[in-house]
């Protein structure tokens, strides 16, 4: 059988489609990004606003994906995984959904931008998160 620069080319990209299908799925439940960032005092703010929006003490850096259903048990699913930013799905059974982007700058300073349903009410935010100190 012989195959024509053309097939040739068909070939090499169903094998490059395919290796990219493989890297996407093996990065699909990847959250490393998160466990990079300082454990610590957080403080979280409007983009463009002066006074800190809300303060936590960073334990598990996997609850940022959640913040406007912090304390709820939901099921994730990472959509996209790069080295300096991960975009989360979540749905929290009968208490709503959203999807988080975070964004590192570096392991002291994200932004985040979420937009979701809660309480039967959509939301949207987009915050700047930055380590301050010690909890």
């Known amino acids: 059988m012989t195959l024509k620069l053309s097939q040739y080319h068909f070939v ?3 094998l ?7 890297l996407a799925l093996a990065n699909a439940n990847d959250l490393s990004l998160l466990h990079t960032l ?4 957080w403080s979280f ?4 606003a002066e006074a800190p929006l809300t303060k936590i003490c960073l334990g598990n850096p996997e609850l940022l994906t959640q ?7 939901c099921e ?12 989360v799905s979540y749905t929290c059974k009968g208490q709503g959904q959203g999807l988080t982007t ?9 932004h985040i931008q979420s937009q979701g349903i809660r309480n039967n009410a959509p939301f949207s935010f987009s915050v700047e998160g930055r380590r301050t100190g010690p909890c």
């Open 16 to 22: 490059l489609s395919l290796t990219s299908t493989s």
């Open 38 to 41: 300082e454990r610590g005092q």
């Open 12 to 14: 090499g990209a169903i």
């Open 102 to 110: 975070i964004r590192k700058e570096s392991n002291r300073i994200v």
């Open 76 to 87: 994730r699913y990472v959509v996209r995984s790069t080295v300096n930013m991960v975009t």
């Open 45 to 48: 703010r409007a983009a463009g």
């Open 67 to 73: 913040i406007q259903h912090a304390g709820v048990a």
